[in-house]
């Protein structure tokens, strides 16, 4: 999970360390927008192929993704095979977000959540168990404002970096 910090920039413009990607920003009230649109691109840009790279894998056809800003869901499939996915997905471990990932194709396979969906979803994701774990522990933090993600404190320096 990616945690902003603040820098200073060279020239004295502020930025928020977003991973390895630097975001330049006016002030406080600018860094959630910033933080967001930035992910959001990131994920237009990676969760698309990397849905039809798992699909090919698993030789399922794709009609359309779309990247989406759902409140309570990781993605959704449609029996037409369209498929939706929270930008949120970026900031979360590959595994976890390639379980998500994978649970949303099988549903192109079985539409419900019987059995043999279960199966299906084992036998593509092994680690789906831990992968499930990690977003119950983890997930609810992923839809908090940046500002009240626990261990951010101040202009979103985690507790125990030091800020320059």
Not at 36 to 48: F, T
Not at 50 to 57: D, I, K, P, T
Not at 76 to 94: E, F, K, T, Y
Not at 108 to 131: D, G, I, N, Q, T
Request: aromatic letters at 6%; a positive charge; proline letters at 5%.
């Amino acid at each position: 999970m990616l945690t902003p910090v603040w820098i200073a920039g060279f020239d004295g413009q502020r930025q928020v360390r977003c991973g390895l990607d630097g975001l330049d920003v006016q002030d406080d009230a600018d860094v959630r927008s910033a933080i967001e649109r930035h992910l959001k691109a990131r994920a237009a840009r990676e969760l698309p192929q990397r849905l039809r790279n798992l699909a090919e894998a698993h030789g399922l056809t794709v009609v359309r993704v779309t990247i989406r800003d759902q409140r309570t869901r990781w993605g959704s499939c449609s029996p037409h095979g369209a498929i939706s996915l929270n930008w949120r997905l970026v900031q979360m471990p590959d595994s976890v977000r390639d379980y998500v990932l994978i649970h949303e194709l099988m549903h192109l396979r079985e539409a419900s959540h019987s059995r043999r969906f279960w199966r299906l979803v084992h036998e593509a994701c092994p680690w789906h168990v831990e992968a499930r774990r990690w977003l119950r522990r983890h997930g609810p933090d992923l839809h908090q404002p940046v500002a009240d993600v626990p261990g951010c404190r101040g202009a979103l320096a985690p507790q125990g970096v030091d800020e320059r």
